[in-house]
């Protein structure tokens, strides 16, 4: 009877590690989907900003970010530089990230 509560313990011991562990790492994947589509976006955005692309920078930013099965929450373009920011769902909770583009020798002051 000992060595079953033991094993039966064990057991519960080695998958609630492994439900945490499953859980961290779906966690910190859904993070880093989040920040690539919080940077591709950026670009996109300051891709239309600076008229590399046609169109509107924040419906671009978009656009990019649902391609990634994220969503856009905010996007803003000052002079050059497009701020972004987006979210991506995981088991019942938001992963967000958020990310500037623009050239690199261009600065908000500068305008």
Partial sequence: MAGTMLVVGSMLVTSSLALGLAATGG???AARRAAGAADNAAIAAADTVSGAVPGEPCE???EVAEASHARLVSCSAE???ASVTVAVPFAGFTATARARAG???YSVDSG
């Fill in 27 to 29: 966690a910190a994947v």
């Fill in 60 to 62: 671009r930013a978009a």
């Fill in 79 to 81: 002079g050059l530089i």
């Fill in 103 to 105: 050239p690199s020798q």
